[in-house]
C-alpha cells in the first residue's frame, strides 16, 4: 500500500473521532477554560493564546454540583495521594469515622480508566486530581458518541445518520448533566459498544466469530460494571438483554433455518450460548468489586427493605410537566429534572425516523424506548415493578431508565435522517411527512418562547428557538424536493450540525452553571507535605469530605454507601430520624454528646468497661476511662454495671479551673436579648504524671451554671486561635429554673487554646444570668501513653505505654471485616467496641500494636476477576485458532477446486 493511500485511509479512520472530539471541546468548553485557569505546567501555555484570541477565562473555577465537589474529586484525591504513596486504599481513615473503599462501587477502585488517570497524575494535588478527571470524563463523552455512530452504522445507516445519533445521545440534556455525576457516565459510556458487540455477536453465521464478539461483550460489561454505578447496572443487563433478544427474532433468517429440527434450534442453541457466556463472564469479570458490594450493602440502608427516598416521581407531574420537559432542554424549574431530550429537531428527526424503509431495527429502536420509558415511572406498572424486584437493593430513582432511553431515540433520530433524504413511495406520503412534521414543530415551538422566559436559573438566548426552525427547514426541504447527490449530501449533513448546535445554544449557558464553583472553602486546603497525620484529632468537616484534601480526620462525610449503623452514632435529631447519606458538621457536636466526648480521638485507653450498647446520645459519661464492650471478657479489667457510672463527661479526678471573666459573662440576659459572650481557655497538654498527648489538650468539660425565670437557648462555639479549627459545643434549651442553680455540661474538644464563644437567645419572658463557669479536666485521661508511629489508609502502627494496669485499647474505626490486629508481633482478638468499632486488651507494660486492613474477600474476588480474564483471553485465541483453520481449509478447497477445473478443461 502507498503511502498516499495510507494517509488517506487514517484520515477516513480518524475523521469521525476527531470530529467528536471537537464537539466535546466545544460543548464542555467552560471546563476546558477553568482548567486552563487553574491549572500550571502545560495549561499555562494556552493562557496567551485564549488572551490573544479574546477569550474570557472564568474566573469562578472548577467545582461542580452534587456530587463532584463533596465526593468524587476529594475521593480521587485519596486515590492519587494513597497509590503515589505507595498504597492501594482499600479502607477510607479520614472521614465518616473509616468505611472502606473496597465493595463502595463508586470510588473506582478496581475501573480500568480511572486506575490509569490516577497513575499518570503526578505529583497529585487537589487541582490536578479534578483537571484529569475532568480529563477522563471527556474521553468517556467522545468514547461513548463514538461507539453511538459505529452503533447506528451498523445499523445501515448512512454517516450523516450515524453522526445525528452520536451526538443527540452524547450530548442530550440528561447525559450533559450526568457530567456532575460521574458514576452513571462511567457505566453508560459502555452501553453503545455492548450493543454493537451485541449485534456483530447475533449476526455472526460462524460459531467462533459469534462466541469471539459475545467474549468482547463480555469485556464490555465487566468494564462498565467496574464503572461503579450499580444502581444502572440492572438497566444496562435490561437493555442488552432486551435488544439482544428482539434484534435476534427480528433478523434471524427463519426461513432457510426451516427443514429440521436442529436446523431451527442451532440459532437459538448458538445464540444462546453466546450471551450466556457474555452475562456470566461479565459479571465474572467484575466479581473484584461485586462480592465486596454485596457485603458492603449488607451494612448499608440499601438492603434492609427500608423505603429510600426517591429523586424523582414522575407519576406526580402534571401532563403539562411531562410537555415542558420533553421540549425545553435545560428543565424549566433546576437543571436536574428527570425527563429530558436533545433539543426539539432531534424529536423532530426521531419522528421521522418512524417512516424509514428498514421498518425491523425501527421497530427495535422504537419498543426499546417505549420499555424503558415505562420504567421510568417504576411500580405499580409490570416492567417497573418487575426491575424493581429483581434488583437486591433499594433503588433512589425510577427515572434513571429514561437515561437509557435516550439511546435508541437518538437512533431513530440518525435513521430520521437517513428516511427524509429518500423518497417515500409516492410524492403524496412525503408531503403528508412534511406536513405532521410541521405540525409537530409547531406543537414544539409555539409554546416555546413563553417557557424560555420563565427559566431563571440560566440565561438562554434567541438562538434556542432560531436552530429549530432552521432545522425544520432543512427537514422539509430534505424531504419534500429531490436534488442532485452533492446538494442532498450537504442538506443531510446540515441535520446533525443542527442537531448539535442546538445543544451548545443551550449548553454555553447551562454547562458553566453545573461545572463552576459554588462552594467556598471554610478551611484552608493544606498543599505541602500533604500526608495522612500521626495526631489522636479528629474532627469535624465544615463541607462534608473537603478535609480529604488535605488528609485530615473527620468524624462526619457523606457517602451514598456509608456503614449505616455508624452514621446512627454520629448523626444528631432530626436528621438521625432519616435515611440521609451524610452527616452535617454540626450534628455530632451540637445535637448529639458523643462527637466532642469520644468521637474527636482515634485512640483512647479504658480502665474499666460497661457490657452493652453505648448511652444515650444526651447521656454523660467518663469517656476517658469507660469502653463499652459487645460481651463480658475474660481479662482483669474491671467490669462496671451502667448504673454505677458517674453521669459526667470527665471522671470524678478531675482537675478544675474556673472562668470569672469578663465580667459581662455573669451579667443578666433580658428578655428577648440575644447575646454572643466570649471568653478564652487554655487546656492542660497532659495528665498528671503522664507525658503530653498528641490529642493536643486533655479531655475537658466545660460546666456552666445559671439561673433563668424563662425560656432560653444556649448554644457554644469553640475556635482554636490561629488555625481554621473550630466545633460546635452541645445545645440546650433552658426553661424556667424557680431559683434554683442549674449545672449544665459541655464536652470540649481537644484544642490546647480555645477561644469560647456563648450565645443566649433568652426567648422568653424572663431573665436568664449565667452563676458560674468553669472547665473540668480529667487526670485519668492516657492520651499521653498512646503514641501513633505511622498511619496509612490500610494500616496503622502505634506504641502504647508503659500500662501500669491493664487497659482496653479502643480504636475508634469503623467496626468490618478484614482488619486484624497484632501486638507485640502475635495477632490479638478485634473486640467490637462502642456498638461500631474495635478493640483490643492491652496487659501492663509497653506494646506494639498494629492494626490491619486485610480484606480477604477483595482478593478472593479479585482472583475469580482474574481468572475470568484468563479464561476470556484463552477463549478468544481457540476462536481465532478455530476461524484460522477454517479460513485455510476454505482456501486450500478454493485452491483444490480451481486445480480441478483446469486440468478438466486441458
Known amino acids: 500500500m502507498s503511502v498516499k493511500r495510507t494517509l488517506v485511509k487514517t484520515v477516513k479512520i480518524m475523521f469521525v473521532p476527531t470530529l467528536l472530539a471537537l464537539a466535546t471541546l466545544i460543548a464542555f468548553n467552560y471546563v476546558v477554560l477553568a482548567a486552563v485557569n487553574e491549572m500550571g505546567g502545560a495549561f499555562e501555555a494556552l493562557r496567551p493564546v485564549c488572551n490573544l484570541l479574546g477569550i474570557e477565562l472564568p474566573k469562578t473555577g472548577l467545582g461542580g454540583m452534587y456530587d463532584i465537589y463533596r465526593y468524587y474529586a476529594p475521593l480521587t484525591f485519596f486515590l492519587d495521594a494513597s497509590i503515589h504513596a505507595g498504597e492501594f486504599p482499600l479502607w477510607n481513615p479520614l472521614t465518616y469515622c473509616g468505611l472502606p473503599n473496597t465493595g463502595n462501587p463508586q470510588s473506582f477502585l478496581f475501573y480500568p480508566p480511572h486506575l490509569i488517570r ?62 456532575c455525576e460521574y458514576h452513571i457516565i462511567t457505566t453508560i459510556a459502555w452501553l453503545p459498544l455492548l450493543l454493537l458487540l451485541i449485534k456483530k455477536s447475533v449476526d455472526a453465521r460462524d460459531f467462533p466469530v459469534k462466541i469471539a464478539f459475545a467474549l468482547c461483550g463480555a469485556l464490555t460489561l465487566g468494564i462498565s460494571i467496574l464503572g461503579g454505578f450499580l444502581q444502572i447496572v440492572n438497566l444496562m443487563g435490561l437493555v442488552a438483554g432486551v435488544y439482544a433478544f428482539f434484534y435476534f427474532l427480528l433478523n434471524e433468517d427463519w426461513k432457510a433455518d ?209 436552530i429549530p426552525v432552521m432545522g425544520l427547514i432543512v427537514m422539509l426541504a430534505l424531504g419534500m424536493l429531490r436534488y442532485p447527490k452533492p446538494v442532498r449530501l450537504t442538506l443531510m449533513f446540515l ?184 471568653f478564652m481557655v487554655s487546656l492542660p497538654d497532659h495528665a498528671p504524671g503522664l507525658p503530653p498527648g498528641s490529642a493536643g489538650g486533655v479531655h475537658s468539660a466545660l460546666i456552666y451554671s445559671y439561673k433563668s425565670t424563662g425560656n432560653a437557648q444556649v448554644d457554644t462555639w469553640i475556635q482554636e486561635p490561629g488555625t481554621d479549627r473550630s466545633e460546635h459545643g452541645i445545645r440546650h434549651n433552658i426553661r424556667a429554673t424557680n431559683d434554683r442553680n442549674v449545672f449544665v455540661e459541655v464536652p470540649l474538644p481537644d484544642f490546647p487554646e480555645m477561644r469560647v464563644t456563648i450565645t443566649v437567645d433568652n426567648k422568653g419572658p ?45 480504636f475508634l474505626d469503623s467496626w468490618y471485616p478484614g482488619w486484624y490486629a497484632f501486638v507485640n508481633g502475635e495477632q490479638a482478638p478485634i473486640l467490637r467496641a462502642n456498638e461500631q468499632f474495635k478493640a483490643v486488651v492491652l496487659p501492663p507494660g509497653t506494646h506494639r500494636v498494629y492494626f490491619v486492613f486485610h480484606h480477604n474477600l477483595t482478593w478472593r474476588a479479585f482472583f475469580i476477576s482474574i481468572v475470568a480474564l484468563g479464561v476470556v483471553a484463552a477463549l478468544l485465541l481457540v476462536c481465532w485458532y478455530l476461524r484460522r483453520g477454517a479460513s485455510n481449509a476454505d482456501r486450500e478447497e478454493e485452491t483444490a477446486g480451481e486445480h480441478q477445473g483446469g486440468e478438466a478443461a486441458t
Open 495 to 678: 441535520l446533525p450540525v443542527l442537531v448539535f448546535s442546538e445543544t451548545v445554544a443551550w449548553n454555553q449557558s447551562y454547562v458553566p452553571y453545573m461545572a463552576k464553583r459554588k462552594i467556598r472553602d471554610y478551611t484552608q486546603i493544606k498543599r505541602e507535605d500533604v500526608r495522612i497525620p500521626t495526631d489522636n484529632f479528629r474532627e469535624n468537616d465544615p463541607i462534608c469530605n473537603r478535609f480529604l484534601y488535605s488528609l485530615r480526620f473527620a468524624m462526619n462525610g457523606v457517602d451514598p454507601l456509608h456503614i449505616s449503623a455508624v452514621r446512627d452514632m454520629l448523626s444528631g435529631p432530626p436528621r438521625d430520624k432519616h435515611p440521609y447519606r451524610g452527616v452535617q458538621n454540626w450534628e455530632s457536636t451540637r445535637e448529639n454528646l458523643r462527637g466532642n466526648m469520644v468521637f474527636k480521638r482515634s485512640f483512647w485507653l479504658a480502665r474499666q468497661y460497661v457490657a452493652g450498647a453505648m448511652p444515650g446520645k444526651r447521656e454523660y459519661w467518663p469517656a476517658a476511662t469507660t469502653v463499652f464492650l459487645e460481651e463480658p471478657i475474660d481479662e482483669s479489667i474491671p467490669k462496671i454495671e451502667r448504673s454505677q457510672l458517674h453521669r459526667s463527661a470527665v471522671s470524678q479526678n478531675n482537675t478544675v479551673h474556673e472562668v470569672t471573666g469578663p465580667p459581662s459573662l455573669f451579667t443578666p440576659v433580658k428578655r428577648s436579648e440575644k447575646r454572643n459572650m466570649v
Open 118 to 179: 490516577s497513575l499518570l497524575t503526578f505529583d497529585p494535588t487537589p487541582e490536578r486530581s479534578n483537571i484529569s478527571l475532568a480529563i477522563m470524563m471527556g474521553l468517556h463523552f467522545v468514547f461513548m458518541a463514538f461507539c453511538t455512530y459505529l452503533l447506528g452504522r451498523a445499523h445501515g445507516m448512512s454517516l450523516a445518520g450515524g453522526l445525528t445519533s452520536a451526538v443527540a445521545f452524547a450530548f442530550s440534556a440528561l447525559i450533559v448533566r450526568r457530567m
Open 766 to 810: 424572663g431573665i436568664f444570668q449565667f452563676t458560674g463557669i468553669q472547665v473540668k479536666s480529667d487526670n485519668h485521661d492516657e492520651d499521653g501513653l498512646i503514641q501513633i508511629l505511622e498511619r496509612s489508609a490500610n494500616a496503622v502502627d502505634l506504641q502504647v505505654g508503659p500500662l501500669d494496669a491493664p487497659r482496653v485499647l479502643t
Open 258 to 466: 426451516s427443514g429440521s429440527l436442529w436446523r431451527w434450534a442451532r440459532p437459538w442453541v448458538h445464540n444462546g450460548i453466546a450471551m450466556a457466556a457474555l452475562f456470566v463472564l461479565g459479571s465474572l469479570l467484575a466479581a473484584v468489586l461485586l462480592l465486596p458490594a454485596w457485603e458492603l450493602a449488607s451494612f448499608t440502608l440499601r438492603t434492609t427493605g427500608l423505603p429510600s427516598n426517591k429523586y424523582s416521581d414522575l407519576w406526580a407531574w402534571s401532563p403539562l410537566d411531562f410537555y415542558q420537559k420533553l421540549i425545553v432542554y435545560a428543565g424549566m424549574k433546576y437543571e436536574a429534572e428527570t425527563i429530558r431530550n436533545s433539543g426539539i429537531i432531534a424529536l423532530l428527526l426521531a419522528f421521522a425516523g418512524l417512516t424509514h424503509s428498514k421498518r425491523r431495527d425501527v421497530y427495535l429502536f422504537l419498543g426499546m424506548f417505549l420499555l424503558l420509558f415505562e420504567c421510568s415511572f417504576g411500580p405499580p406498572l409490570p416492567l417497573g415493578a418487575l426491575l424493581e424486584k429483581l434488583t437486591p437493593f433499594s433503588l433512589s430513582a425510577y427515572s434513571r431508565a429514561y437515561d437509557f432511553g435516550l439511546l435508541p431515540l437518538s437512533l431513530l433520530a440518525g435513521f430520521g435522517v437517513d428516511a427524509l433524504s429518500k423518497p417515500m413511495a409516492n410524492r403524496g406520503h412525503s408531503y403528508a411527512r412534511a406536513f405532521v412534521l410541521a405540525m409537530l414543530a409547531y406543537i414544539c415551538l409555539a409554546p416555546l418562547n413563553g417557557w424560555v422566559e420563565r427559566i431563571d436559573f440560566i440565561h438562554v438566548n434567541n438562538a434556542v428557538r432560531i
